[in-house]
């Protein structure tokens, strides 16, 4: 009858069917697109500077804009570099210059010195490496350290012994190519491996103090001449300052991995 076929299209459907039709639904492909989880690093608004290189004109860092690991390592390099270590005057230290603005130079040897003083050593090189690279100290290193009246690193220098070194072989100004040298070895009496200064004290002349204490002390009674110094490896900027401090591009230079420790 009609009242009994009513009945049998509203009853509920069994446990049987209903487990069917899942199995059915589990079987069949999904015609939805996978999802990809999508990782987004940083917002782009369309900043001229994003994704360029930037160098900060106060620590000298290099770093990408709108990279969140460049960011924050420019962030605890800034910090480091515009709050730096006070650096105040002791009896551990050292002082083989004091000059005419009241900054002094402090010479510490890495063997030699005590704990605070090689405190300094490791801020000095938490300073350079951001620039120049990771900074490996050479066997019986020494360190020359400016610091000014107000007990701020302006500048330091690392410097070793060594025995011989090549002239370097000038290049086209401007030129990105690897220095080179013209592979006779000559004496040498200083080895310079890494100079830096303070993004605030350059072109004051810092560079050229720490060499002239290089040559005044680093010798022992007798004074080095300046030829006798060696770089490293210098960058750009390292091969202006030791052509002009030498007095040619013909300087003496040196392989970087001689005499590390």
């Known amino acids: 009858s009609a009242s009994a076929q009513w009945r049998s299209m509203m009853k509920p459907p069994s446990a049987a069917k209903v487990a069917a039709r899942g199995a059915k639904r589990k079987a069949s492909p999904s015609t939805a697109p996978a999802s990809r989880k999508k990782e987004q690093l940083y917002l782009d608004f369309g900043q001229k500077s994003f994704g360029q290189q930037l160098t900060c004109a106060t620590c000298g860092m290099v770093y990408t804009k709108g990279e969140p690991r460049d960011e924050e390592a420019h962030r605890k390099h800034h910090e480091r570099v515009v709050s730096g270590a006070s650096m ?35 801020h000095a090189l938490a300073l350079m490496e951001p620039e120049l690279g990771e900074v490996a100290l050479p066997a019986s290193y020494r360190a020359l350290m400016r610091i000014s009246a107000q007990a701020r690193l302006m500048g330091a220098t690392v410097i070793h012994p060594v025995q011989s070194a090549c002239r370097a072989v000038p290049h086209a100004e401007g030129s990105a190519e690897a220095l080179r040298h013209d592979g006779m070895p000559r004496r040498a009496a200083c080895g310079i491996s890494h100079i830096w200064v303070h993004p605030s004290a350059r072109r004051d002349g810092v560079a050229s103090s720490l060499l002239d204490a290089v040559c005044k002390h680093a010798g022992g009674t007798f004074e080095l001449p300046k030829e006798s110094l060696a770089f490293s490896q210098p960058t750009a900027l390292g091969r202006r300052l030791a052509a002009a401090y030498v007095g040619t591009e013909c300087f003496l230079v040196y392989d970087d991995d001689a005499g590390k420790a």
């Open 88 to 122: 105040q005057e002791g009896p551990a230290e050292h002082v083989i210059e004091r000059l005419a603005d009241g900054s002094r130079v402090v010479m510490i040897d890495g063997q030699r010195a005590s704990e605070p003083m090689l405190r300094r050593v490791r």
